[in-house]
């Protein structure tokens, strides 16, 4: 029988909860300095996880933590299209 795969995890900056790292969004800073959305998990750079949810990501973004954790500050339009990617509406 083959061996199970262990999945990394990864900690939403948001919640703080602990899941599997394909069940998270991955946010980085490129080394060119551009804060991007990297949907392959790959791309190089510094980055920083958040849950699925609208909630996870507006709370990571007002409580200044996803700038922390990214060490750069985060582009209003690439949170604004990220929460209209994850079907939220932007209440600020």
Do not use: F, H, N, W
């Not at 703080?16 to 959305?37: F, Y």
């Amino acid at each position: 029988m083959p061996k199970a795969r262990k999945m990394p995890q990864r900690t939403c900056v948001g919640c703080g909860k602990v899941t599997d790292k394909r069940s998270l969004v991955r946010i980085v800073r490129t080394p060119e300095g551009d804060v991007v959305v990297d949907l392959t998990g790959k791309r190089s750079g510094r980055g920083a996880y958040v849950c699925a949810a609208c909630e996870c990501l507006q709370r990571a973004v007002r409580s200044g933590k996803l700038s922390k954790a990214l060490e750069a500050a985060v582009p209003e339009d690439m949170v604004t299209a990220l929460l209209s990617r994850l079907g939220g509406v932007d209440e600020s």
